[in-house]
């Protein structure tokens, strides 16, 4: 497993989620995640929510393309890259919606408190739904904006 | 339900001016030959014309890479006064490391080094210019409960010719460079509706700028220094060219990040940090060289805690305005001419002796520098600090009180440059940081190109090093 729980859940608080995905055809896509957990099932993949509206996202997915997620601490600028590859797009549990709820929550607070931007209008934001990618890791790097970003992050995790 | 996604290539890129501000972050993913993408965090993005927008490269490495193997690329950005998403696909069309776009972009980033003095580190290597393929605009997902943007206040009215007369109006009535300095100041204020104003002037040697006047500020901060080329405000008179903020948080935020990155590996050591103003959350600011006669004479520079509060329309305004004051001082050598009346002989002033005599006020003048300091305080330094020290001289030798700028100007003793002869504002400077400090001296202008010396304290006068 590339992290356990508590690690996760410290990296993505107050963190945003940045997605590249591509088509079969080459094309790269800009998008957002609203959440990610661990997969107990599958011990090298996390578990990544996405705004279900996001048809092109979803697409890239659903055709198995491979993934880079950085994870950005809003407070820090601290970042961490993912990249691996969508293993299969599925519709959200329960579970995911408390984690979509509980990721926006910290999101949104850390972005208010930081960048004094309104919370109501960062509530405007919030997808209205949800489905869930599950990605198998395969390398993780340094992404934080300087000398080192790029570089690759120990087996190990952050 | 979902909002439906709207294609919008006939939306100038010009409407997308507040997402390109950088107050949230852009997003851009590129990917390589092998299908693998990457997706970092974008610094600055610039709009070239109708159809191309530049894109800062500083650490590009992977997305430099990937370009070059696809040059295809996918752009998110966020307007951050109605949170509306923009997804730009681009192709990418070219690198350029000069030129009218570099130099834009360059400044950008440059603004973005100077919050943590990371000039010489944090440097643009290459704009890279992409063509815009298409633009997909995504509303909110909902409509807010409120409209509020915090941080982003009420706008000021918009900016007119008939504003800009009135503030010329103002200004052309005042019979000394220091009735200019306090009529721009109010003008800044009550004309154009800004809060917070400064206006540094450039020293005798164009090294340094140093503070004649503020408004809006906790402290008035007089003689306050900053180089030339430090800093947005240095930058903005080194270069010749208006430098406007409206996110310093986040820039501050940024630059503190890829500082701490350099520091952690070694790439600088623990530097000194440009001190912000003193305003508990600065969020933007311009700052306008001041020129006239092809020569910058100082910047003037307005703040805001509000973000995006300045645009490009403030950037004319202040341009006007600060020509204005150039043009003031630079013509006030010429204007000045002869006093009005002849200064009298004055009978010597000595300080009361007895029990109700004033306190003794010990002056310490280092003639390396002009530095001038009262009771152990620093006051002042440079021409400003020489000109105290004469005049001091002179009123504790010979009682004199009454001066004449004329006879200054030409007091060997003072160093005056030839080519930068700004006495006037010199004595400004002097006059001003002499009343911030409540010091026991002042200066009291009398009549044109006259002024008093009046002293209300015993003076011990030390001359070291």
Redesign the interface.
């Known amino acids: 497993m590339p992290f356990d729980p508590e690690t996760l859940t410290r990296l993505q608080e107050g963190a945003s989620l940045v997605l590249g995905t591509v088509s079969t055809s080459g094309e790269p896509h800009a998008g957002r995640g609203w959440g990610i957990a661990t997969s107990p099932e599958q011990p090298d993949a996390i578990r990544l929510l996405l705004d279900a509206s996001d048809d092109v996202t979803i697409r890239h997915c659903d055709d198995g393309g491979r993934v880079a997620l950085t994870i950005g601490n809003v407070r820090t600028y601290k970042s961490l890259q993912i990249k691996g590859s969508a293993v299969e797009v599925s519709p959200i549990g329960p579970d995911d919606t408390a984690l979509a709820e509980r990721y926006c929550e910290d999101f949104f607070r850390a972005v208010v408190q930081v960048d004094r931007h309104s919370r109501a209008m960062l509530e405007s934001w919030r997808p209205r739904d949800f489905v869930a990618c599950t990605i198998r890791v395969e390398s993780m790097y340094d992404q934080t904006p300087g000398p080192r970003a790029g570089a690759a992050v120990a087996e190990g995790g952050p | 339900?979902?909002?439906p996604?709207v294609p919008a290539a006939q939306l100038p890129l010009n409407e997308l001016q507040s997402a390109f501000e950088g107050?949230?972050p852009a997003?851009?993913?590129?990917?390589g030959?092998d299908?693998?993408?990457?997706?970092?965090?974008l610094?600055r993005v610039r709009m070239v014309d109708d159809e191309h927008i530049a894109l800062s490269n500083q650490?590009f490495?992977?997305t430099s890479q990937n370009l070059a193997e696809?040059p295809?690329?996918?752009?998110?950005l966020?307007d951050?006064t109605?949170?509306t998403e923009y997804?730009l696909?681009l192709r990418y069309a070219r690198t350029e490391r000069e030129g009218p776009v570099f130099e834009a972009l360059r400044d950008d980033v440059d603004a973005v080094a100077a919050m943590t003095g990371m000039q010489d580190v944090f440097r643009l290597r290459a704009a890279d210019v992409y063509r815009v393929a298409h633009l997909e605009v995504r509303p909110?997902?909902?409509?807010?409960?409120?409209q509020?943007?915090?941080?982003s206040g009420r706008p000021r009215a918009a900016v007119d010719a008939g504003t800009l007369a009135e503030l010329s109006a103002r200004l052309t009535t005042c019979p000394d460079l220091d009735a200019l300095v306090n009529a721009m100041m109010t003008g800044l204020v009550d004309v154009l509706g800004y809060e917070h104003c400064l206006l540094l002037l450039v020293d005798e040697e164009g090294k340094r700028l140093y503070t004649i006047a503020s408004h809006g500020y906790p402290q008035e901060g007089v003689g306050s220094e900053i180089a030339v080329g430090e800093g947005l405000i240095g930058m903005a008179a080194a270069r010749r060219v208006p430098m406007r903020a409206g996110n310093l948080?986040?820039m501050t935020?940024?630059s503190r990040?890829?500082r701490?990155?350099?520091e952690?590996?070694g790439?600088i050591g623990p530097g000194r940090v440009i001190p912000m103003p003193d305003l508990p959350?600065l969020?933007s600011r311009l700052a306008v060289p001041a020129v006239a006669r092809d020569r910058v004479f100082g910047v003037l520079v307005v703040e805001s805690e509000q973000?995006l509060a300045f645009t490009t329309d403030d950037e004319h305004a202040l341009t006007v305005a600060a020509s204005l004051v150039a043009t003031a001082i630079a013509n006030e050598p010429q204007r000045v001419g002869p006093p009005e009346v002849s200064a009298p002989d004055a009978a010597p002033v000595r300080p009361e002796t007895g029990d109700d005599a004033p306190a003794t006020t010990h002056v310490r003048f280092f003639a390396v520098d002009g530095s001038t300091f009262l009771d152990g305080d620093y006051l002042i330094k440079g021409v400003a600090g020489r000109i105290l020290w004469s005049l001091l001289g002179q009123h504790q030798q010979q009682g004199r009180t009454e001066f004449t700028n004329r006879e200054v100007r030409l007091d060997p003793t003072l160093e005056l440059p030839e080519l930068r002869d700004n006495l006037e504002s010199r004595l400004i400077l002097l006059k001003r940081r002499l009343e911030e400090r409540e010091a026991p001296v002042r200066i009291e202008k009398t009549g044109r190109g006259q002024f008093r010396l009046v002293v209300s304290a015993t003076l011990r006068l030390e001359a070291a090093g």
Do not use: C, W
């Open positions: 339900m979902t909002e996604r107050v949230i997003v851009i993913a590129t990917a030959a299908g693998t993408p990457n997706v970092t965090y610094s650490f490495s992977k696809n295809r690329a996918s752009l998110l966020i951050p109605s949170y997804l696909t909110p997902r909902s409509e807010p409960e409120s509020e943007v915090a941080g948080r986040q935020k940024y990040s890829i701490k990155s350099f952690d590996h790439g959350a969020d973000r």
